[in-house]
T-cell receptor, first 113, second 116 residues
């Protein structure tokens, strides 16, 4: 199936460090969503982006909707142990009642206390 | 506000059998989407239901079917199970309509299906 290019695939960082990850697509989206998934759980929505160039924060998380509408970035500042998990980007072509999400493969984050 | 719930949490079936997975949408949400997530992969869109009708389908064969009920809960049915159907099945609910916030999808914990 169709998937987005998400990088890096995995990261191992020290507590307190900042983290950056990104997602690119060959197609244009008009919505980007970032999710976090813990093992055995469903994805939890972190940030939703609706406009090209939009920069949105949620606590220590900041995400941006790329100007080309083909990419998005997620930054986590001052990481803590509970940030551990898999982060997914998802693109959506918002139209009418269509809710289909196209997903990246995820970025696995490990934080060393 | 009640979140998205799914049942059962785990299921083991034999190849060739049929399975039904259930989902209750978040209060006030009338759109349900189903995704299949293989180990180490991102979710793949199966289909979506809006007001009891299928309203979008991914690249899955017809043996994957679904229903949505008047209370907006939903079922995913898979016939003639294959080994490759082993995965986490996720249900997500959202609001209908075209307002930006209505496109946000909220997920249940998933059903882990193992086909042997």
């Amino acid at each position: 199936g169709q998937q987005l290019n998400q990088s890096p695939q995995s990261m191992f960082i020290q507590e307190g460090e900042d983290v950056s990850m990104n997602c690119t697509s060959s197609s244009i989206f008009n919505t980007w969503l970032w999710y976090k998934q813990d093992p055995g759980e469903g994805p939890v929505l972190l940030i939703a982006l609706y406009k090209a160039g939009e920069l949105t924060s949620n606590g220590r998380l900041t995400a941006q909707f790329g100007i080309t509408r083909k990419d998005s970035f997620l930054n986590i500042s001052a990481s803590i142990p509970s940030d551990v998990g898999i982060y997914f980007c998802a693109g959506q072509l918002r139209a009418g009642n269509n809710r289909k999400l196209i997903w990246g493969l995820g970025t696995s984050l490990a934080v060393n206390p | 506000e009640t979140g998205v719930t799914q049942s059962p949490t785990h299921l083991i079936k034999t190849r060739g059998q049929q399975v039904t997975l259930r989902c209750s949408s978040q209060s006030g949400h009338n759109t349900v989407s189903w995704y299949q997530q293989a180990l180490g992969q991102g979710p793949q869109f199966i289909f979506q239901y809006y007001r009891e009708e299928e309203n979008g389908r991914g690249n899955f064969p017809p043996r994957f079917s679904g229903l949505q009920f008047p209370n907006y809960s939903s079922e995913l049915n898979v016939n003639a199970l294959e080994l490759d159907d082993s995965a986490l099945y996720l249900c997500a609910s959202s609001l209908g309509g075209a307002r930006p916030g209505s496109y946000e999808q909220y997920f249940g914990p998933g059903t882990r299906l193992t086909v042997t």
